[in-house]
């Protein structure tokens, strides 16, 4: 078991958004650490999706699908949950659909990380929280080099301006809040493009390619030359679960430069849209490709810097980009095969990640 696990076994955990893709994951990690988890969701959005695969309420202490912006609810279920570390996933977490629902895009990425932020404040319980936003938090500039943690903050679609109102939001409740509270430490994970098995979102590059590859119809994309720092869902959880561990540790330091981290593929060479498809027809027939251009403002190259996770916490994916492709193929194989293999593949692959560490 790494040092990390260590610290985070048999803790009490408050998660928001667990019926999500990312969300699934991260529950199977902290259940192999014997945590005890209260979930806290709106229901899953797609079919099939995720949670309902794995059909293991069990999982959970507490299984609450309620919203986020519900401040009194999710205090009433914080309070009973009463937990040491707070991971706070819930969000609108898609750019096309951020166009289309701006208003419910800031509603639930700023305000509701405020509801959990001040729920949080109030227990004496919680000691660490870790709020994920997202690696498009940075005023993008189509820079060639990885944006680090003390890059400029912006966003020109809602969904990443949503976001970096978040880490706004963060550091206020970090830098003045908590300590009209109970003093919790507070970060955010900045995540590269998260792939992996068991995710149906809209307008996601892999549900795409699957969506299309089981329909027998072309996949149509918008820019194959767009650059993202693609990692696996485990990848992701390891940074998360790490940050956790070291807001635990009474000797780390949650000033302004340790509390927000960026967390994505150890990967030095990017790799765009065009060569992920590419990658991702090495295991099955792919679909034909349609390039279908968007008007709409979105990010054509975008790099993490991910070596102060590296190097101040030892987060580092032992997976490269090739393996997550590979894994990701793998686990959709395995489903549409026959989706009750599907669980097992998941469970598989937690522990493939947790060896190689």
């Known amino acids: 078991m790494a040092e990390f696990e260590q610290a985070l076994r048999k803790q009490k955990v408050f998660l928001t958004g667990h019926t999500g893709f990312t969300g699934n994951w991260l529950t199977e990690w902290l259940s192999a650490l014997d945590c005890s988890i209260a979930g806290y969701s709106l229901a899953p959005e797609t079919t099939p999706n995720l949670f309902t695969i794995l059909e293991r309420k069990d999982r959970f202490a507490q299984h609450d699908i309620a919203n986020i912006e519900d401040h009194a609810q999710v205090r009433k279920a914080m309070e009973a949950a009463q937990p040491t570390i707070v991971f706070h996933l819930a969000a609108q977490p898609l750019v096309r659909r951020s166009f289309r629902e701006p208003l419910e895009t800031f509603a639930t990425n700023v305000l509701g990380t405020a509801s959990v932020l001040e729920a949080a404040r109030s227990l004496e319980s919680v000691k660490a929280i870790v709020c994920i936003t997202t690696d498009k938090v940075y005023e993008n500039r189509e820079w060639a080099h990885p944006y680090r943690e003390n890059d400029r903050l912006g966003g020109k679609d809602p969904y990443s301006a949503s976001k970096a109102c978040a880490e706004i939001v963060a550091s206020c409740y970090r830098e003045t809040m908590a300590g009209l509270g109970n003093s919790a430490k507070i970060a955010t994970a900045r995540g590269g493009n998260i792939i992996g098995g068991g995710d149906w979102s809209e307008d996601r590059i892999v549900p795409d390619y699957y969506r299309a590859l089981i329909a027998g119809e072309p996949l149509r994309i918008r820019n194959p030359e767009a650059i993202r720092p ?116 998941l469970l598989t692959q937690l522990q493939d990640y947790r060896n190689a560490l």
Not at 263 to 279: K, N
Not at 322 to 342: F, I, Q, S
């Open 230 to 345: 693609w990692q696996h869902v485990l990848s992701a959880c390891h940074g998360y679960l790490a940050i956790a561990a070291d807001l635990l540790n009474p000797k780390s330091n949650n000033s302004d430069d340790a509390a927000s981290w960026n967390i994505g593929p150890s990967d030095p060479a990017p790799v765009s849209v065009g060569e992920l498809i590419e990658q991702l027809g090495q295991y099955s027939t792919p679909p034909d490709v349609v390039v279908e251009p968007s008007n709409l403002t979105e990010t054509n190259i975008l790099k993490l810097d991910t070596n102060k996770a590296a190097t101040r916490l030892d987060v580092r994916s032992p997976w490269s980009t090739r393996e997550t492709v590979r894994r990701t193929a793998e686990w959709y194989a395995a489903y549409y095969e026959d989706a009750d293999n599907a669980a097992q593949k």
